[in-house]
């Protein structure tokens, strides 16, 4: 591995979040501050409409961005209107294709080599250096193998983005790029937007807007192996450092203690997703305390 200290790449952790997740949100910023290598700076990206909730998070290792400041000033929300944006050059936009092209805008406003994306429903556990990571230069690249037939909608993640990408799809894939703690490099990020806008022959964003199933990993990922190949700057890497509960199913403070046991070396952090709606409480009470 290379010396963190004679590293010249510099880290961001970014977190999109929004106004229902702000509590679960907290407890990332919390353990980003306790566990998380000093240098890594977090970047925390909220809609206007939520910034005042977010507010109290800020502070010399915490940044707020506005997603209305990154995105392109055809894409606006409307009052009232939740799981749309509005959009002057396409149809409306789901917020989870808005969500995605916010991700793959951060490189235009955030000038860090590479970007470690992770969600508000995750946090830390251990101590976090992604720098022990690297090796020769080379940051991972999150990929899973042996995944054909078992991801709902994997396949047609990965041939929208070989489209996108203007190259030949398969029928099925075998691979999987999404993960938590996803490494972007940001050069990487800026040379796709380029292909994508040379392939679609029009903005990036406009390409992306109307899409209902897409996947900013699976892009990257197909960039990145099909594309970029050995001068990608990375090297893959299969193992997963989170536990994860996926289910939409809420933990009771017993389950809760159960899922800490699992627990093992590997892990840095945990995800307790949003959707299993577990209450907040419970978590800081059995992770926290």
Same mark, same amino acid.
């Given at each position: 591995m290379t010396d963190p200290a004679e590293n010249p790449l510099s880290y961001a952790l970014v977190t999109p979040s929004f106004r229902l997740d702000v509590d679960r949100c907290a407890l990332l910023v919390e353990s980003v501050e306790r566990w998380a290598a000093p240098y890594l700076q977090h970047y925390l990206v909220i809609d206007r409409r939520d910034v005042a909730m977010f507010k109290s998070f800020e502070s010399s290792r915490t940044r707020i961005l506005v997603v209305e400041d990154i995105i392109p000033s055809w894409l606006v929300r409307i009052p009232g209107i939740r799981r749309f944006w509005f959009s002057f050059r396409t149809r409306p936009v789901k917020n989870w294709i808005l969500q995605q092209i916010v991700k793959l805008s951060i490189p235009n406003v955030v000038n860090d080599d590479i970007l470690l994306y992770t *969600?508000?429903?995750?946090? =830390?556990? $251990?101590? +976090? *250096?992604?720098? @022990? =990571?690297?090796? *020769?230069?080379?940051?991972?690249?999150?990929?899973?193998?042996?995944?054909?037939?078992?991801?709902?909608?994997?396949?047609?993640? /990965?041939?929208?983005?070989?489209?996108? &990408?203007?190259?030949?799809?398969?029928?099925? +894939?075998? @691979?999987?790029?999404?993960?938590? $703690?996803?490494?972007?490099?940001?050069?990487?990020? &800026?040379?796709?937007?380029?292909?994508? /806008? %040379?392939?679609? /022959?029009?903005?990036?964003?406009?390409?992306? $807007?109307?899409? %209902?199933?897409?996947?900013? =990993?699976?892009?990257?990922?197909? +960039?990145? @192996?099909?594309?970029?190949?050995?001068?990608?700057?990375?090297?893959?890497?299969?193992?997963?450092?989170?536990?994860? /509960?996926?289910?939409?199913?809420?933990?009771?403070?017993?389950?809760?203690?159960?899922f800490k046991a699992k627990l093992t070396p590997e892990y840095e952090s945990v995800m307790i997703s949003a959707k299993s709606r577990t209450p907040v409480a419970d978590i800081r009470k059995v992770f926290f305390q």
């Amino acid at each position: 591995m290379t010396d963190p200290a004679e590293n010249p790449l510099s880290y961001a952790l970014v977190t999109p979040s929004f106004r229902l997740d702000v509590d679960r949100c907290a407890l990332l910023v919390e353990s980003v501050e306790r566990w998380a290598a000093p240098y890594l700076q977090h970047y925390l990206v909220i809609d206007r409409r939520d910034v005042a909730m977010f507010k109290s998070f800020e502070s010399s290792r915490t940044r707020i961005l506005v997603v209305e400041d990154i995105i392109p000033s055809w894409l606006v929300r409307i009052p009232g209107i939740r799981r749309f944006w509005f959009s002057f050059r396409t149809r409306p936009v789901k917020n989870w294709i808005l969500q995605q092209i916010v991700k793959l805008s951060i490189p235009n406003v955030v000038n860090d080599d590479i970007l470690l994306y992770t *969600d508000s429903d995750v946090f =830390y556990v $251990a101590p +976090y *250096d992604p720098r @022990t =990571y690297e090796r *020769d230069g080379k940051v991972p690249l999150f990929i899973e193998t042996g995944q054909r037939g078992l991801i709902a909608n994997n396949d047609h993640w /990965h041939a929208v983005a070989a489209g996108l &990408l203007g190259i030949p799809a398969e029928k099925e +894939y075998d @691979t999987n790029f999404i993960g938590n $703690a996803i490494c972007w490099r940001r050069e990487n990020v &800026l040379k796709m937007q380029e292909r994508l /806008h %040379s392939v679609a /022959h029009k903005q990036w964003e406009r390409a992306i $807007a109307p899409l %209902s199933g897409f996947s900013e =990993y699976i892009l990257y990922g197909l +960039y990145v @192996t099909e594309v970029l190949g050995e001068a990608s700057g990375h090297w893959e890497d299969g193992t997963v450092r989170t536990l994860n /509960h996926w289910a939409p199913v809420p933990m009771t403070v017993p389950e809760l203690q159960e899922f800490k046991a699992k627990l093992t070396p590997e892990y840095e952090s945990v995800m307790i997703s949003a959707k299993s709606r577990t209450p907040v409480a419970d978590i800081r009470k059995v992770f926290f305390q």
